[in-house]
């Protein structure tokens, strides 16, 4: 099987960075888009960045200007650079993925979800 294991998150002050990975592992034979959606508590699963396998990207307009998206395809991973963090930028981050694999055959997995890490922004 796949996985997508994402690290990075942690504690930072407002105006401070971050940088998240997201590693895919397994039978891996392509991975298509790649993206960062957040959670805060008691609101909806947000899209936050989303990179294709050729680099084009797109942004929510919240943190656009502020994070950058980017790819290894050599090593099926993703990252998200976070510069001048806001407290409401707080939520915990999971990493999304359309993966195609072997599973003694060629599957694919269009939606494929990491377990999370929590970003926190002290003001």
């Known amino acids: 099987q796949v996985q997508l294991v994402e690290s990075g998150g942690g504690l930072v002050q407002a105006g401070g960075s971050l940088r998240l990975s997201c590693a895919a592992s397994?039978?891996?034979?392509?991975?298509?888009?790649m993206g960062w959606y957040r959670q805060a508590p008691g609101k909806q699963r947000e899209l936050v960045a989303a990179?294709?396998?050729?680099?084009?990207?797109n942004y929510a307009d919240s943190v656009k200007g502020r994070f950058t998206i980017s790819r290894d395809n050599a090593k099926n991973t993703v990252y998200l650079q976070m510069n001048g963090l806001k407290p409401e930028d707080t939520a915990v981050y999971y990493c999304?993925?359309?993966?195609?694999?072997?599973?003694?055959?060629?599957?694919?997995?269009?939606?494929?979800w990491g377990q999370g890490t929590q970003v926190t922004v002290s003001s």
């Open positions: 999304n993925a359309d993966v195609a694999y072997y599973s003694g055959r060629l599957d694919r997995n269009p939606d494929l």
């Open positions: 397994g039978n891996i034979f392509s991975i298509n888009a």
């Open positions: 990179i294709t396998n050729r680099g084009s990207t």
